[in-house]
């Protein structure tokens, strides 16, 4: 191997998320957000409509996603999309248009990332009713 492949092989088994000073565990508390799982499934096609099916990764402009996303706000919105942009998941294209046209879609490396908050956010849909009734009983004990 190469100096420069012994180097990348060496920094990445070091990196490890139980560690207080990895990178990774940053990495995860950004993605591990409510906002960043529902844009990555915006993007990567899923709808409301029609749970559960696979769809096609799409682009979406900045109104689409903030309809889709009920209850984000605007400066949550904009700093998610900034940062999933620097992280290299999404890729922000500006068309010059009169508005101009700035839209949103998922890199290759965002669409890996997808598959898993896909099945994150059907897991949560799927066992709500489960989990409500959990909370409801231990609070009851709690009592």
Same mark, same amino acid.
């Given at each position: 191997?190469?100096?420069? &492949? ?13 560690? &207080? ?27 409301? /409509? ?34 999933? /942009? ?18 949103? /879609? ?26 409500? &009734?959990?909370? /409801? ?7």
């Amino acid at each position: 191997m190469t100096a420069k &492949a012994d180097k990348k092989a060496q920094t990445k088994a070091e990196y490890n998320a139980f560690l &207080a000073v990895c990178p990774s565990r940053q990495l995860l508390a950004r993605i591990s957000d409510k906002w960043v799982v529902l844009i990555l499934c915006a993007l990567g096609g899923d709808t409301p /409509e029609q749970p559960g099916e696979s769809h096609t990764p799409k682009a979406m402009r900045y109104s689409e996603l903030a309809r889709l996303l009920a209850g984000v706000s605007q400066k949550m919105l904009t700093q998610n999309l900034r940062a999933l /942009e620097r992280d290299g998941l999404l890729i922000r294209t500006v068309t010059p248009t009169v508005p101009v046209t700035v839209t949103y /879609e998922l890199t290759d490396l965002g669409l890996s990332l997808h598959h898993l908050t896909r099945g994150l956010r059907q897991w949560a849909q799927t066992h709500m009713a489960q989990v409500l &009734a959990n909370r /409801e009983r231990h609070d009851a004990q709690a009592s």
